[in-house]
């Protein structure tokens, strides 16, 4: 199955494949990828992702922005896509899954 990454992971990676020996300071908000690249493990906790537009000085709420998991992709609080089964994201399902709605958000907040 698919894992989900994010371009913060990048730098987490290359210091732990490069400093194998030492540890990785832990201070950085990306995940380590090392094990799926080399595929030494199957197990990946589950993440939810957010992404936004902030282009300022000061953030802001309620810019255009996705909160992701592995399965879900919520865009701008309103439209929900099913991942796994609409990759390209053509159908919303936001009325199916209002749970799904209500709970997504929430990792925003945070």
Known sequence: MPQLTSCTDVLP????????SRPVAKSFDGTGLA????KKSTSWP???LVVDI???DTLKKNKP??????????????ELYDLPGDASQTR???TQYPDTVR???QAYER
């Not at 990676?13 to 194998?20: D, G, H, P, Q, V």
Request: aromatic share 2%.
């Open 92 to 94: 919303d399902v936001a």
């Open 13 to 20: 990676t290359l210091l732990s494949l490069c400093l194998a």
């Open 65 to 78: 922005s996705a909160v992701m998991t592995d399965r879900w992709r919520l865009v701008n609080g309103r």
């Open 103 to 105: 709970r997504l958000p």
């Open 35 to 38: 094990l799926l690249l080399g």
């Open 46 to 48: 589950p993440r939810t």
């Open 54 to 56: 902030q282009r300022e």
